[in-house]
């Protein structure tokens, strides 16, 4: 068989969270590097935790010795050259766990998995390696809108943290496949199955199916010659 990798990215209140949900409630196998960072990568007592804590120091701690996000976030997202300190000490480390977790669907016998990337059009090393890219989609105006209310930002603080990322319309460019996330729930929804069906249907996972038929036709054809060879004996 052959598992192919799908890399899903969006950007900050684009919604990607809720088409992950959707995909996980088809039975998909995702990989979210945002969970991996956050119960492992960055947790006390791994290599990326001490790294994080020496650069930049112990007021972005807990008092339970854990890395308080939101004053690591703030530090980032006003500072270029811290972000990518950060993404320096954390995305060889996600990345190795990645692949162990790629490594166990492809065991378990997954044809493709979806990698939730949130970078994944700005670094571009990952690119590479996915059969396709999907982008969650929501015009500026709402976008801005979603993460004022969700974070209670103002409007000058929401907009600094939308320019540290590369531009939706930009990264739209890039994608294979598009989600627009800007209206209503139930048309997100919708646009995630046929999605689903596009990837189940690709050609990669087609030959697939056609490489697992074969071997049993070909088991089943064996059977028949040795009951015909009994038969005439």
Partial sequence: SRMFLVGLSGGIASGKSSVVAVLRELGCAVIDADVIAREAVVQPHFKAYQQIVDSFGTQILLENGEINRE??????FSQPQKRQLLNSITHPEIQKEMLKQILKYFVLGYRYVILDIPLLFETKRLTKFMKYTVLVYCDPPTQLARLMRRDGLGRAAAEARLA???PLEEKRRLATFVIDNSGEREG???QVLLLHARLEDSLHFLWARLAA???VLTALGGLGYLLLR???S
């Fill in 71 to 76: 004053a690591l976030g703030n530090i980032i």
């Fill in 164 to 166: 540290a990322q590369l």
């Fill in 188 to 190: 997100t929804r919708r």
């Fill in 213 to 215: 038929a074969g071997a």
């Fill in 230 to 232: 009994r038969l005439a």
